[in-house]
């Protein structure tokens, strides 16, 4: 099945997705650090299956709503993952995944979430994989849309967290200066935004609220640094290019195994 018959059935819809004041948002991340719970957030709406449970959110999803917290009328087309490019999971259906969400990328980017658990900071491998297969695929400027947030902040908890959120702003040791040593990008330009909200309850909590509208603060702020335009790249286009959605889908197999074989011997992992 196709991205566009599996999730393109909604009336509007195309026309949201080209109209370029929709937000395009994907969120990505390792499996239950709280991606489709923080789409939920951000649409008021229980939209995107969540849960304990190992891989709740098992394909690409995504949906057109309104944002729930902004200031003005705004349109966002959210796109969930499942853990993608797991790499205990390299199998067909694990690939297939990619290529649909690759697919779903069609119209550009406004910014990717990466979505962590503040209670389990590191940049383990498997995010590191995933990010290096980012930067192969799309190029160094997709750093210039990333958005990091971090879950599990939750109002009542916020104050014990106090360390933990100091600890990952650090100038020096903290996580923008970890990724910007990892991938070896500019700390001038290099220079997300960082939310810390919690995703749960927010229709409720004022608390919730304010992150919420942070985050769409950063999606906005994200957009006009980089001209207002969306992510996009040449490896983005010569998908498109493609005639068939079967040429299509060889195309980005082809790139993703072409990546993961530069990236098995110069893959640079912090241990
Ligand atoms: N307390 C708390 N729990 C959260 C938060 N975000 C996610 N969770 C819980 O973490 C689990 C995984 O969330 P989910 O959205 O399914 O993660 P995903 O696999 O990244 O999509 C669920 O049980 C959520 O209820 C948060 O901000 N605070
Ligand atoms: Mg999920």
Same mark, same amino acid.
Not at 7 to 11: D, K, P, S, Y
């Given at each position: 099945m196709t991205y566009s018959n599996a999730? +393109?059935?909604? #009336?509007n819809r195309d026309a949201h997705l080209q109209d370029p004041r929709t937000h395009v948002v994907s969120a990505v991340g390792?499996?239950? =650090?709280g991606k489709s719970s923080l789409l939920n957030a951000m649409a008021g709406e229980r939209i995107f299956r969540t849960g304990e449970a190992y891989a709740t959110t098992l394909e690409i999803e995504s949906q057109v709503r @309104?944002?729930?917290? #902004? @200031? =003005?009328t705004k349109y966002v087309h959210m796109i969930d993952t499942p853990g993608l490019c797991d790499t205990s999971a390299r199998d067909r259906q694990n690939v297939q995944e990619m290529v649909r969400y690759f697919k779903s990328l069609a119209f550009g980017v406004? #910014?990717? +979430?990466l979505v962590f658990d503040i209670k389990d900071i590191r940049l383990d491998a498997y995010t590191q994989d995933m990010l290096n297969l980012f930067q192969q695929l799309l190029g160094k400027d997709f750093w210039n849309f990333v958005v990091i947030i971090f879950t599990h902040v939750d109002e009542e908890v916020r104050d014990e967290l106090d360390d933990a959120i100091e600890a990952v702003l650090d100038p020096t040791d903290g996580f923008v200066a970890e990724l910007t040593r990892i991938f070896k990008l500019s700390p001038k330009t290099f220079v997300p935004n960082l939310i810390f909200t919690t995703t749960q309850n927010v229709r409720m909590s004022s608390y919730g609220q304010r992150q919420i509208r942070e985050l769409y603060n950063s999606v906005v702020r994200c957009e006009a640094r980089n001209d207002h335009r969306r992510f996009n790249c040449t490896w983005l286009r010569q998908i498109l290019a493609h005639q068939t959605e079967d040429e299509k889908d060889d195309f980005i197999v082809g790139s993703i195994m072409g990546a993961w074989s530069s990236m098995a011997t110069n893959v640079c992992r912090l241990q």
């Open positions: 999730v +393109l059935n909604e #009336a390792a499996v239950g =650090t @309104p944002w729930k917290y #902004a @200031p =003005t406004s #910014a990717f +979430l």
